[in-house]
């Protein structure tokens, strides 16, 4: 059984929320820092729903493997608790998902910063724990969204604490700003070009930015300018060998908007065609057009063995916040 005053509680916090409580009225409010590293989700749902179809359905989903990845990495690393363990400890969680069955009530619902900061709340209500799977099913994607978009957010947050300062090369290229981690290094430096590099013990990370001409096309063109980067500028360890798109996986692309700008997110795998290194990249395509130009933001990784998401958020985040040098007065 659900306890009377958590199940009341809850309810009372979503009809808080959803009348337009904003987090800049909880600034003011002295709450600790939030627990649970990127891509952590705790769960809080009792037997009934968890055990009815919804963990199933979140295992699917949310628990789902991460796209353009060479081995399986969850999206999101996902843990379920009964309401009754529901205890100030882990009610500081960074990432919370409140599943509640109410047939009064039935919605999903968001909050922030409730009892920690950073921290996400949504909460969903369903009539019938039965009601769940379909429910979960229809809002996998927007969930996703949500919880990816508070990961990005707090992982800027303690980039920001550690973060060197803009290159000159990067900026040089045609980038205002962007939060780029301590460790890396120019290796590269052109007018339209710069790339960097940060060796770990047992990785390699680089990161690319490049500028190009605009053109109508400049979205589904996106994939053979970056091949045609690699293949100049990043050589295999074997003379001839050159580094590109790996064609027998596909990649996942998606519009998305960078400093204002229209975008494209590719996320997928590169290897050395003539040797045998590889791994994950993540790549943005950015359109300027009233200043003619396109801009090229890539990461790639190189770390056998290890599961490289988090690094691969980390450059996501960075990337997302980027903005751009524009001509004063025009808009795209």
Request: glycine share 10%; net charge positive; proline share 6%.
């Amino acid at each position: 059984m659900r306890p009377k005053g958590i199940f009341w509680g809850i309810l009372a916090l979503v009809g808080f929320w959803s009348t337009g409580c904003s987090e800049s009225n909880t600034a003011e409010r002295m709450l600790p820092e939030s627990n649970g590293s990127p891509s952590e989700l705790l769960i809080v749902a009792d037997d009934s729903v968890w055990f009815g179809g919804a963990g199933v359905a979140l295992a699917e989903s949310l628990g789902g493997a991460a796209d353009g990845l060479p081995q399986s990495e969850p999206k999101f690393k996902l843990t379920r608790i009964p309401f009754a363990a529901f205890k100030p400890l882990v009610q500081r969680s960074k990432s919370l998902l409140l599943l509640v069955a109410n047939p009064d009530s039935v919605g999903v619902y968001t909050s922030v910063n409730q009892w920690a900061r950073p921290q996400q709340i949504v909460t969903v209500v369903a009539a019938r724990s039965e009601d769940f799977p379909a429910l979960l099913q229809r809002e996998a994607g927007r969930l996703e969204k949500v919880f990816a978009a508070h990961d990005r957010k707090a992982l800027l947050g303690r980039l920001a604490e550690t973060a060197q300062s803009l290159p000159e090369p990067v900026a040089q290229v045609g980038i205002a700003s962007l939060l780029i981690p301590s460790g890396f290094g120019v290796t590269l430096e052109k007018d339209t070009l710069a790339i960097l590099r940060m060796d770990g013990k047992k990785s390699t990370h680089f990161m690319l930015f490049a500028r190009s001409p605009w053109s109508p096309d400049w979205a589904e063109r996106g994939l053979a300018r970056r091949d045609s980067l690699l293949k100049k500028h990043f050589e295999g360890g074997v003379a001839g060998s050159y580094m590109a798109t790996e064609k027998r996986m596909p990649t996942v692309s998606e519009r998305v908007v960078l400093g204002g700008l229209p975008a494209v997110e590719t996320r997928g795998l590169w290897r050395t065609y003539g040797d045998f290194m590889g791994g994950p990249f993540l790549s943005y395509t950015v359109a300027d057009s009233a200043a003619g130009v396109v801009y090229t933001l890539e990461g790639l990784v190189y770390s056998p063995g290890m599961a490289k998401r988090l690094v691969l958020l980390e450059m996501e985040a960075a990337f997302r916040a980027a903005t751009f040098q524009r001509p004063q007065g025009k808009k795209s």
